[in-house]
């Protein structure tokens, strides 16, 4: 579904790629072996581990792009990895294992919003910096109990307000959609935070909520709430849920003869889901995500170029992220010019207009990002760009 990019571009590309990236640390040379340890709280098993799997991918090339470049101030950076094993309580365990015996200076992941949610009471109270890639939950960055700024946790990822509203204007703008059904996974802070918003703005754009269902992670059956959910008659399905349970959920909708559109958003973002639905069941679905590998400019064709030759597969949304958070940490302790985790996660905030592979980044009061979406389409279970849209 994409485009080989031409021998030429790419070299072109690699060149500002690493002309960026020597910014980190020149042509200086890592001073005896010295490391800067960064943390990886990552689903490296359990139910999201194809998120996890993606993200250490990326960091790992980001890290080896820089380090072959000198480093950071002179220093090498060095991942390590901590498996939260895609659950709540385990992202916590890691955190905590990164910090204290780690001794790590920031870090990146988890990707999952209650995981990083769980997870944030450790870093903060320890004072290291921790940059979400994909968790979108709003209440991972702000105190929820005070509205205050978590001044330890920032994302690389927009978030569920303006995913959800994304995804309720394209059903009702571009789809035509009247009647929606929501289908939630209660176990989710992510899946009940779009699921507010994707509601809110549908009824605000004219459109009616037929039906609300709940299911719970793990969950393998869903013929009977699918069975409440058709007999709605809606003309469009919003999942806002994790591939895993997705996937089975537009399986199990297709074989009962549901085939209006169904909708969901960046958890959906896997390379797996087309094994898990059937590549037939996926088309007429849609999701909203951060980053497309279609996307044309010279830093993304770049990385795509890299990371398909070193893993032998296109980057994913995870990918992306994970890799721009990686270069958002090393310019936040480049700028910071200290290995102090307090100093880098007060330079992290500063960042403004910093280019990375799946946009610009410029945080906010609240650390987070200010990004565009893309709405992403499934034809014969391939990934394909159908709108990008702006905040």
């Not at 960091?59 to 991942?79: P, S, V, Y």
């Not at 992510?190 to 459109?207: D, R, T």
């Not at 799946?358 to 009061?365: C, E, W």
């Not at 987070?368 to 391939?382: C, L, M, Q, R, T």
Request: proline share 4%; charged share 20%.
């Amino acid at each position: 579904m994409k485009k080989v990019t031409k021998v030429f571009s790419v070299m072109v590309a690699s060149v500002a790629l690493a002309a960026m990236l020597s910014g980190c640390g020149g042509d200086k040379k890592p001073a005896g072996g010295d490391t800067i340890k960064v943390g990886g709280n990552l689903e490296m098993t359990g139910g999201s581990a194809s998120f996890g799997i993606s993200s250490k991918n990326a960091i790992e090339l980001a890290f080896k792009n820089i380090n072959d470049k000198g480093g950071i101030n002179g220093k090498k950076l060095e991942l390590v990895v901590a498996d939260n094993k895609s659950e709540a309580a385990e992202a916590t365990n890691a955190m905590q294992k990164l910090v204290s015996q780690d001794k790590v200076v920031a870090v990146i992941g988890p990707n999952l919003s209650s995981a990083t949610i769980a997870a944030g009471a450790i870093n903060n109270g320890s004072k290291v910096l921790d940059i979400a890639p994909m968790a979108t939950n709003p209440n991972v960055t702000v105190d929820p109990a005070t509205g205050k700024t978590k001044e330890y946790n920032f994302r690389a990822c927009f978030i569920d307000p303006f995913q959800g509203t994304v995804m309720a204007n394209f059903a009702k703008n571009d789809l035509q959609a009247t009647k929606a059904a929501i289908l939630i996974d209660n176990s989710s802070d992510y899946a009940k935070g779009l699921a507010a918003f994707f509601k809110e703005n549908f009824i605000k754009n004219g459109g009616t909520v037929v039906a609300e269902e709940s299911y719970l992670q793990k969950d393998t059956d869903f013929k009977a709430t699918l069975t409440k959910i058709k007999a709605a008659a809606p003309d469009i399905l919003y999942v806002p849920g994790y591939y895993q349970e997705v996937g089975m959920i537009v399986k199990q909708g297709r074989e009962m003869g549901i085939e209006i559109p169904m909708a969901g958003g960046d958890g959906w973002d896997s390379a797996k889901l087309p094994e898990i639905a059937g590549k037939a069941a996926l088309n007429n679905t849609y999701f909203s995500s951060l980053y497309s590998p279609d996307d044309d400019s010279a830093l993304n064709k770049a990385f795509v170029s890299e990371y398909e030759k070193a893993y032998k597969v296109k980057p994913d949304v995870f990918a992306a992220l994970a890799y721009d958070s990686a270069l958002l940490v090393a310019e936040a302790i480049k700028n910071a010019g200290d290995t102090d985790p307090v100093k880098i996660a007060q330079s992290m905030a500063k960042i403004n207009g910093f280019q990375g592979v799946s946009g610009t980044v410029t945080f906010d009061a609240q650390h987070n990002p200010v990004k565009s979406a893309v709405i992403i389409e499934h034809k014969d279970g391939a990934q394909t760009f159908r709108t990008k849209i702006n905040p």
